[in-house]
């Protein structure tokens, strides 16, 4: 089946795959390896293995002021990882940068530091019903720990954010609401910046969840407005064991710590500690000194491609995916239609083929997707489905990928006699 | 290819018209439990005979994937007249080795879902996923993952 | 000046040092790197770097149970590197290993879970005197949080646990003692087994800072009888950005989860959680996966070596430099001075000079030591020390290190012309 | 090789026989502060001349490293004479560049620590490391660590 006539992809999906040694892999199949599962974590570009290997082989030293030449060497590095996180996020200083391990952790700290010191019965904080289970179960537990209180913005049926239901909640005066940039399970990209004006007029502060739309898209979170930003590196070509929370410098200051240990603090006693600035105060113990440096190749290597491009890449292949799919019969799809509106995460189900045997399948003939609630079980409840199987873009997709990916549910379709 | 190999005809038969599917009533024993991996849930009614010692009837309801549905299928046509003793004694190996189709690591608890639920309703309480199950990581939480 | 004419280390460091790629590094010094800071952080073999280049090139992508062969292929040597931690360390079962990002995460993971859990006021928890801030700050919060109290273990002049006085307070009756296998500034080994049997008897669970035992020595947690351990990948030749937790199963079963979210439960909807089995409950989100891989490379490696030739190493360079640094005028050298109770750790001050001078002095020979309070401020006012000077031991080193710290802290004094 | 450059005798000199060390009594201004990355302890105190606008005399005191030591012995002997709001406006760039040895990322905070006490004593409060003491990782915390 033919994909897309008209007009080309902004990238070379093949020419990049190249940069990526997985793809020399070859799948049981025998046919090369169509990766549709980077919301889930992206592949890894040359770049960013040797920037591993070369931090580990020739600047590695434990960080945190040693006084000799290769750990200045490789402090120096790591700040400087800082340094370039924050620039891609549009952060005015490094000293709001937090390294953690993931974005989960990232929204552990927040509910727990800032939550644990500002709510407390008769607070309200808001989430939404499309967040992943990283932002929404820390609420929650943060919500039964101090008595706040906890609300869910609704979505509707084509997986938008309710801004009516979201105006309505806002009318009680939370003090935060915690949603996500883009959701992995519907793809929605949510329109932050006029969210977080509605949020900030009713006097919440607004935690984003940007771990699907920092990999995809230019994200400037100063121009969004937002608090405090949460993502993961290793959905960003990064390493794994690496993310950072972005928070607005008085905020992290006037939180308590989170993890507390070595590099935290300025002075221990028996008795107590005093704690170090941000963003240190938030860094216990040795981090994951590598994996920063590998971020940061990582970032540059997405710079060197321009973000605007990798989101306009990820546009047209959606675009194509979503024609396609849309006009198969058995197939339905999730989230809003709108290209403007959706990010290259595209969530369906498949008539009467549960879609685990639809990701098996698929996998047969060397497609990777992913198969599950994707860790948004409410979203599964919201729509009553069990699972979906979602086929998620980055840069190293073609449109060679979309045409595998419809001509896999296809024969999937043929093989459980559905088509 | 794994999913030629997986969905032979006799599993997709299975799976669109299961045997032993439904609930007995009255029952003797009963028991539900999910696989969060696949969002799969399962329940279980027996029914024994008089001695209360062996499977007189069996079947199983719920909504699956293929291959727990036909694994439930498959499974519980081989289990009446079979001693409780005997049904704590199954192993899960040989509940996987009976399908006849080669199930990969990411499928096994799909395929031994009926084995967790039979042994929950044998023994009266949830078990936990039989080591083999657990070569991969995620415990109950699963590929649903990320 | 001479060190060591008798006899010979057991393994060759030079030969060793071919293994890792820092040391071709070529120092501002001109002469080749000793380095002699790996109780800070440890290099690299080139088998580590190329295990992390390999699972990043051919074998990653997120575990937690995807369905594609990649994902499979991840997870599973994922939880192999679990299985190899648990064999290393003499866990009874994988499933008690829980993956962090480092000791500090472990204990921070213990205080908050077991202890949020099981202290209340009148509850009664023992550090010691000789702890890392990693095994001091967190119980000191978990004290203030839960109402407990917290009352640490004396020291005596040369550096170890002071038996007696852990006697007289595990007679109160304390719920838990959280202490260190080898302190990292003193360098002493603690009589661990003995020790947990002492504090059995009086009722308390055992916490074991094996951070810097587990790398260096032949460590058996089943042995050893302690209810929980905690280590670190990079202190061992493994990555940044992953470490572990080992804990008994029945108490891992019983404890709350620390962070939540993604991956860790089971069953989550807009009312609430339903967690996962261990050790999964206390993975939230997407773990460190190459650098678990990169770990369990490292395992394999050290165990190539021997553990018990690892010790008998550094235990062999201690003595060596011990003995000549014992004899230096003007040098006082910290902990205690039989090898059996001292691994190969040596803190020492310098009369007259401070001890980030001695450390720039050694660095301009390419010499990396580390100076400072080494995350152990208390350690320091028990001996009225502003900080001191610390030489640590690996595979790779040898009597030439040794020869040339020696000779180093000899050139210091000439310098400062206190020789 | 750094060690020797930096440890040129001039800097030793004033390590070992520091100028302006002491106490004033009485003073106008005091201030301490310290240098976790070394341990370093340092306090200053300043009298002010009639109008209370420039320094008629400073010490410092405290024990720390060559490098702290000799930049407080240093930097001390040029404020006599200058205005509070002289003090104020003092470049740390220049205060590191006047000691004339070529002072490395790690051993900034330690250059600085007279900088940074002085500032809490003309400000009345503590002040921040100076932008440039934050190239490497750790805040205050620093080097001493793991
Ligand atoms: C005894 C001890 N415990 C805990 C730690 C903390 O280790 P990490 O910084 O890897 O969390 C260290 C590291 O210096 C240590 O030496
Ligand atoms: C929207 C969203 N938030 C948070 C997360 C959690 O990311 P991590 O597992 O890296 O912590 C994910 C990852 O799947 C995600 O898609």
Redesign the pocket.
């Known amino acids: 089946m033919a994909v897309g006539q008209v007009g080309a992809p902004l990238l070379d999906g093949a020419a990049l795959r190249a940069d990526f040694p997985v793809f020399e892999r070859p799948t049981a199949s025998g046919r090369p390896l169509a990766y549709l599962d980077s919301a889930a974590s992206s592949q890894k570009p040359r770049a960013v293995i040797e920037a591993l290997a070369d931090a580990y082989g020739h600047h590695y030293a434990?960080v945190h002021r040693g006084i000799y030449e290769l750990s200045v060497d490789a402090d120096s590095r790591y700040e400087a990882a800082r340094t370039a996180v924050a620039r891609f996020i549009g952060a005015s200083s490094p000293r709001e940068v937090v390294f953690v391990r993931n974005a989960t952790e990232a929204l552990n700290l927040v509910a727990a530091s800032w939550g644990g010191a500002n709510l407390g019965p008769g607070d309200l904080v808001l989430s939404t019903e499309m967040e992943h289970h990283a932002n929404l179960v820390p609420w929650q537990q943060v919500a039964r720990g101090t008595g706040a209180g906890l609300e869910y913005v609704a979505i509707t049926d084509d997986g938008r954010l309710d801004l009516h239901d979201l105006r309505a909640r806002l009318a009680r005066g939370p003090k935060l609401l915690a949603l996500a940039h883009v959701s992995n399970s519907l793809g929605t990209i949510n329109p932050v910046a006029e969210i977080t004006r509605m949020a900030h007029e009713a006097g919440a502060l607004v935690v984003l969840d940007a771990a699907q739309s920092v990999p995809h898209m230019p994200v400037d979170v100063t121009a969004l407005g937002v608090d405090f930003a949460a993502l993961s590196g290793h959905k960003m070509l990064g390493p794994s064991g690496i993310g950072a929370l972005w928070g607005r410098r008085e905020l992290l200051d006037a939180m308590p710590p989170f993890l507390t240990?070595?590099?935290m603090i300025t002075r221990v006693t028996l008795e107590g500690a005093e704690w170090n600035e941000v963003p240190w105060k938030f860094e216990?113990?040795?981090p994951a000194i590598a994996e920063a440096m590998g971020l940061a190749a990582a970032i540059d290597y997405l710079q060197s491609i321009g973000m605007d491009r990798v989101r306009a890449h990820e546009r047209f292949l959606f675009e194509r995916a979503w024609a396609s799919l849309e006009d198969m019969p058995g197939v339905r799809l999730l989230g809003p239609a709108s290209p403007d509106e959706h990010a290259g995460v595209i969530g369906f189900v498949v008539d009467g083929i549960h879609p685990h045997d639809v990701a098996t399948i698929l996998d047969s003939e060397g497609i990777a997707v992913r198969a599950g609630h994707h860790c948004a079980q409410p979203v599964m409840l919201r729509y009553d489905l069990p699972a979906t199987t979602r086929a998620s873009f980055y840069v190293y997709n073609d449109l060679d990928d979309v045409e595998r990916l419809v001509d896999g549910i296809r024969t999937t379709q043929q093989v459980f006699g559905t088509a | 290819m794994t999913g030629d190999n997986l969905y032979r005809d006799f599993i997709l038969e299975h799976y669109r018209e299961p045997h032993n599917r439904g609930v007995l009533e009255p029952h003797d024993l009963h028991f539900a439990d999910s696989n969060p991996t696949c969002g799969d849930e399962m329940s279980m009614t027996l029914r024994l005979d008089e001695a209360r010692e062996r499977v007189a009837d069996i079947a199983f309801d719920g909504r699956g994937c293929a291959i727990s549905q036909a694994s439930a299928s498959i499974l519980t046509d081989d289990l009446r007249g079979l001693t409780l003793g005997e049904l704590r004694e199954l192993d899960p190996a040989e509940v996987v080795a009976n399908l006849g189709v080669p199930i990969g690591p990411a499928r096994l608890k799909c395929a031994l879902l009926v084995y967790k639920v039979l042994q929950g309703a044998v023994r009266g309480a949830a078990v936990g996923w039989p080591e083999e199950a657990d070569v991969l990581a995620g415990g109950n939480a699963g590929g649903s993952a990320p």
Do not use: K
């Open positions: 434990n240990g070595g590099s216990a113990g040795t």
